[in-house]
Each structure stands twice: as structure tokens, then as C-alpha cells.
């Protein structure tokens, strides 16, 4: 059986060793996520990957440096945000770039085996009313309930105060609760 190795312990065999193993299964930990959160901004699937793999190949070569970065994922999740933007203003106007950046979120159910047992008119009433929150709401949501990110990770991501999260959040979840038939 093999062992569970932490991320931490990658992370040391990245910038100790040069070990690509390590930064392959880094990138297999996290390439998807990343990609569907840069894809939520731009709309654009090769835009996306592109910038995945930039942010992957900026961190192997700085692994020298690694050992500088307190929590990967939300340091992943800024570089990701921040290419993003970056590209976003670099092929359009600043309202082109806000339009995009507030409507282009998104929201997808992960299938686990719990949700096998909500049925589909359940499951539907929860996409409609995940569909309708505001965009802010929808990917604060999103990134807590599907990317198991804490409200503090999301806030530092997004360069929002903890307490604009965590109010997002209540909203998302209070408009849900309604939709729902909740009281």
C-alpha cells in the first residue's frame, strides 16, 4: 500500500531534489481545479489551460524558492487570479474586462455519492437557484462548498475582507435556503 505523501513533502522534493515526479503529482492535484477557476474568468478553455500551465511552469522553475510559500493552494489560486487579469486586460477595455469578470463565474455540482441520492428534481432545483445568486455570491459559494477553500483562503484569492466572504456567503446560502422552500 502506498503511502500518503503530503503536500508539504512534494514540495521538498520539488525544490530539494528537482524532482518531476513530485511536480507532476502536484500538477495532477491541482490542474483541474485551477483550470476550472481560470476558465470561470475568461470563458475561454485554451486561454485557461494556457494559463495553468504558465502558473505551473512558473512555479517549477522557481522552485528554488519554494519553501517561501505558506499555503500552495491559495498561492496557486492568486497566480491563477492574477494571470487572469492580466490577460483580461491585455485583449480588452477596462468595462469589457469588468463585464466579463462579474459574468462569467460558474457553478458545477461535484458528483459524489450523496448526491446520488438527491433526487433530480432536487438536484435541479439547486442548480436553477445556484444559477440565479449574483456572480460574486456564486463563486465565493462555489470556491468554499466545492473547492473546499475556508472563507479566509477565498478572501485572500479574491483580495476581499473576510467579513465581505463570509456576508457573500450568508447570502448565497440564504437565497438557496429560500429557493429551496426552506423558511
Not at 457553478?107 to 458528483?111: I, K, R, T
Not at 432536487?122 to 442548480?127: A, G, H, R
Not at 449574483?134 to 463563486?139: E, H, N, V
Not at 429551496?180 to 423558511?183: A, E, H, M, W
Given at each position: 500500500m502506498?503511502a500518503?505523501?503530503s503536500?508539504q513533502e512534494r514540495?521538498?522534493?520539488i525544490q530539494?531534489?528537482g524532482?518531476?515526479?513530485a511536480?507532476n503529482?502536484l500538477?495532477?492535484l491541482h ?6 477557476f481560470?476558465?470561470?474568468?475568461l470563458g475561454?478553455r485554451?486561454a485557461a489551460?494556457e ?12 522552485r528554488?524558492s519554494?519553501?517561501?510559500i505558506k499555503n500552495?493552494?491559495?498561492?496557486l489560486?492568486?497566480l ?5 487579469l492580466?490577460?483580461l ?9 469588468e463585464?466579463?469578470l462579474t459574468?462569467?463565474?460558474y ?5 459524489d455519492p450523496?448526491?446520488?441520492?438527491i433526487s433530480?428534481e ?6 436553477k437557484a445556484?444559477?440565479?445568486l ?6 465565493i459559494f462555489?470556491m ?5 477553500l ?5 478572501a485572500?484569492?479574491l483580495?476581499?475582507?473576510?467579513k465581505?466572504?463570509?456576508?457573500q456567503?450568508?447570502?448565497a ?6 429557493a429551496?422552500?426552506?423558511?
Open positions: 502506498p500518503i505523501v503536500t514540495i521538498r522534493r530539494v531534489n524532482d518531476e515526479a511536480f503529482e500538477y495532477e490542474a483541474a481545479k485551477l483550470y476550472k481560470a476558465y470561470s474568468f475561454e485554451e489551460q494559463i495553468v500551465n504558465d502558473v505551473f511552469l512558473k512555479i517549477w522553475i522557481g528554488g519554494l519553501d517561501n500552495l493552494q491559495v498561492y489560486y492568486v491563477i487570479k492574477n494571470a487572469c492580466n490577460h486586460r491585455s485583449i480588452s477595455s477596462k468595462k469589457i474586462k463585464l466579463k459574468e462569467t463565474y457553478f458545477q455540482l461535484s458528483v450523496s448526491q446520488l441520492l433530480k432536487l438536484q435541479t432545483k439547486v442548480l445556484v444559477n440565479g449574483p456572480a460574486r455570491c456564486k463563486l462555489k468554499v462548498k466545492e473547492d473546499d475556508s472563507c479566509n483562503e477565498v485572500a484569492i483580495g476581499l475582507s473576510n465581505t466572504v463570509f456576508a456567503l450568508s447570502i446560502l440564504k437565497k438557496l435556503d429560500d429551496l422552500g426552506g423558511k
